[in-house]
């Protein structure tokens, strides 16, 4: 009998322990306060995927779960340009976009404008700069988009099933473009024929033959398997560009001011993360494209830049062009 209440007393003791641990335990939010959809116009394999999917996670860690980021790769929600019409109308919360914003406001076509900046000194300098500050600033003022870092795109160059060493080369050649004025009007100087065309669509029209040509940096080009149906890659380097993770503002201000914080201290860890990720591949995709039997064919850049600066100049508004003009001078 002793030996049954001892069993027991022990039963009872072992079940009032876990209860009290139970109710002692750090309560976890079942569900998040806050989810972000964030739309993508790269796939799963590129940096800026990646760098996305690591914030993601250090952001959820951080704020206990309150804050999380659903990611949505290769346009699977919409165009690079309707996602940001679907931010600024909180369809979804978060995108990646840059030179596009061009058909906002007109300065972001510093952004990616065609034979502007030299190498990622220029960039930085511009980004980090009273032009990037002002930039940034109009994002949020006259789009709606707050920027939270930035992406390096690298160099952008011309892919073709024809080697173009000339301006010359390019007559009758139809180049899938972004939807952005300096890129149509650049193209178009140069004498080929731009097509402007959602990124998503463009490996199939390359593979139809809709269009002939595509122009985009090496990690682009290695990522999206442009080397399956384009032979050449000609090293234009016409573009030295960057783009900018946002958030809708409408959407960032719903949060407390420690999530505030906490969002943009990720956002930072994310640009970090992207950059190493981005050197990283830089050192390898050159040789990845060579092995998958692209030739690279240096091109006379300096007639690339004469045949079409004279367009892209006067494509800009006067208070751009006195820009343009401050920007050569502190390269």
Known sequence: MKKINSLFYRSVLYTLVCVIAIQCKPKQNKEPEFILRASHLVND?????????????????RSNGRIVVQNYHSEQIAKEIESIRMVQTEVIDMTVTGSLLNNWIEIMAFCELPFLLRDSV?????????????????????????????????????????????????????????NVPSFVTAWGALGAKPTPMAFSE??????????????????LIKSTGFYEVQKYLNLTSHVVSWTYPVIGEKQFQKFPDDLKSIFLECAKEMQ?????????????????????????????????????K?????????EMQEIYHQILADR
Request: glycine share 6%; proline share 4%; aromatic share 10%.
């Open 45 to 61: 394999q590129h940096t800026w995927f990646k760098a996305f999917e690591h914030f993601g996670e250090i952001l959820k860690e």
């Open 122 to 178: 220029d960039m930085k300098n511009l980004i980090n700069g009273p032009i990037g500050k002002r930039m940034e600033k109009e994002m949020l003022e006259k789009v709606g988009l707050r920027p939270v870092c930035y992406f390096q795109s690298g160099l952008r160059h011309l892919t073709s099933n024809r080697p173009i060493k000339h301006p010359d080369d390019l007559k009758g050649l139809i180049v899938r473009v972004p």
């Open 202 to 219: 463009v490996f199939t029209s390359l593979q139809q033959g809709t269009v002939d040509a595509q122009e985009n940096g090496f990690a």
């Open 272 to 308: 970090i993360y992207e950059h190493d990720l981005y050197v990283e591949n830089q050192k390898k995709v050159q040789k990845e494209l060579k092995d998958k039997g692209m030739i690279f064919v240096d091109v006379d850049k300096d007639a690339f830049n004469e045949k079409c």
């Open 310 to 318: 004279d367009a892209i100049y006067k494509s800009l508004s006067p």
